[in-house]
């Protein structure tokens, strides 16, 4: 079920398309200017 799946993370919740959507226009905007080749992990703390 959905909250034994949002429980594996460390946020404990799902991601949502915005949460995605955020992370590009933040990429896209002046302010990511200098970053550049990066890999970002979006998974609510997953991995940690």
Same mark, same amino acid.
């Given at each position: 079920? %959905?909250? =034994?799946? =949002?429980?594996?993370? =460390? &946020?404990?919740?799902?991601?949502?398309?915005?949460?995605?959507?955020?992370?590009?226009?933040?990429?896209?905007? %002046? %302010? =990511?200017?200098?970053?550049?080749?990066?890999?970002?992990?979006?998974?609510?703390?997953? &991995?940690?």
């Amino acid at each position: 079920d %959905e909250q =034994a799946t =949002a429980d594996l993370h =460390a &946020l404990k919740k799902l991601g949502t398309p915005e949460d995605i959507s955020n992370l590009m226009y933040f990429l896209s905007s %002046e %302010e =990511a200017s200098w970053i550049t080749g990066e890999v970002v992990t979006i998974d609510g703390g997953y &991995l940690l």
